[in-house]
Every structure is written in C-alpha cells, then in structure tokens.
C-alpha cells in the first residue's frame, strides 16, 4: 500500500542521547516534512524538504537536524535529546508545492526521560 | 505571517446533530485552504481542500466546508454527525506562493454523544 513508513511507532529515550526517527515514503513525492504534534498547539513544521538535496528550517527547528540523500528517505535526527522534545513526530510528503496537501505517516511518540 | 485560529478547542454533540467546526485565518495573500482529520493514535488524513473557484467544498464522509474571503473563514460543517465522526480536526493553511508549507491550526476535538 502505498504511502508513509514511519520508525519507530513509539520510543523512551534517555535524555542526551541521540535518536534518529526514520520516514520513508513510495509515493515518489518531491516534498517531505517533519512535524510535532503537542497537546494545544496542533502541528509545528520542524524542517522540510522541498526536493532530494535540499532542506529548509520550519518553525521549531532548534535540537533537530534532517538529510535528504534521495526522493524516499527523510530521517529526522535529534543530537542530544531533551524532556521538552517529548513529543508526537510526523512525516509528511506532498506531490509539489502548494495546494496538493499532505499525506501523513502514522507518527512516531517520543519520550524523553 | 500567515496564522490559522480554531476557535473551539473541545465541540460536544449528540449524534445525528449539526455541527460547524471554526477556523479563520490571517493572510495578506492568497492562499489554499484545508481541514484534516486524525482519528485516534492515527496519522492526519486529508478531508477536504479549497483552491480556488466555487467557495463551498465537499469533502469525504459528508463533511462540507465555505471559503469566505471577507471573514477570513474556513467552517467545516456536516448536517448530521455520527459516532465514527468522533476526532480531532485541524484547519490549515499554506500560501500560494511561498511553497505550500501547511501552518496547522490548534486542533478541535469533536466528541459525539449517543
């Protein structure tokens, strides 16, 4: 079926370590996303990319670093983890830019002890 | 900057009621219109977008929605809810031209009663 992979479904990492969250999408889509989801503030655009080899800073993007090697993969990398990451991560793509909309993965729930 | 409101954070109703879910959202330029749905411990799925042309939208599972430029307004309405509607729904909104972006709006929890 086509669509979003997202690894792992769910995580407890110790703080301070460092913890890459996996996407990877068929869909040959050109647009990927990283968002988290907090209780309140619905979806916050961490980083994205807008085709292979590119990437761009959304609107919390401190703590998180992405690559994207090839149309697939979007891992998104926290470097050294900390309680206030604890979080609902999700991948996005997008056919293009604009007014295509997303689809999503089914998300991945972190949290940082 | 562009901003998305949901004005309601928590919407009860009984099953087979109305209901509209709110949203505006502040622009200068135009833009694309959307409201998602996730259902719990699920990704978001798309329920319906405005792009341009006729101000009313229909979507998946009967939900309907009106552009109103002047109001700045996106509600999300459904004439008669069921159970299986119970979710979160989010508004979002990307500018046409600055790459599509979605900025999310807080998210309004419908809950149906019996």
């Known amino acids: 079926i086509a669509g979003i992979t997202q690894a792992p479904t769910s995580q407890i990492l110790a703080a301070g370590r460092r913890m890459t969250l996996r996407c990877t999408q068929d869909m040959r889509h050109n647009a990927m996303y990283w968002y988290r989801q907090d209780l309140g503030l619905g979806l916050r655009l961490i980083h994205y990319s807008n085709t292979a080899g590119t990437t761009g800073k959304g609107e919390v993007p401190d703590g998180y670093s992405v690559s994207r090697a090839n149309t697939d993969d979007f891992p998104l990398t926290l470097a050294s983890a900390v309680p206030s990451q604890t979080s609902v991560y999700f991948c996005?793509?997008?056919?293009?830019?604009?007014?295509?909309?997303?689809?999503f993965g089914s998300g991945t729930r972190l949290t940082v002890v | 900057a562009q901003s998305v409101t949901q004005l309601d954070s928590q919407v009860p109703v009984f099953e087979e009621a109305p209901v509209e879910l709110r949203c505006n959202y502040s622009s200068s330029v135009s833009v694309y219109l959307f409201w998602y749905v996730q259902y719990p411990n699920q990704g978001l799925q798309l329920l319906l977008k405005y792009l341009s042309g006729s101000t009313l939208v229909k979507g998946i599972n009967g939900f309907e929605a009106e552009f109103n430029k002047s109001q700045t307004s996106f509600h999300l309405r459904k004439p008669s809810v069921h159970i299986s509607d119970t979710a979160e729904y989010f508004c979002a909104v990307s500018v046409r031209a600055q790459g599509g972006k979605l900025i999310f709006g807080q998210g309004t929890e419908l809950s149906v009663k019996p």
């Open positions: 996005a793509s997008s056919e293009g830019q604009g007014g295509y909309g997303y689809t």
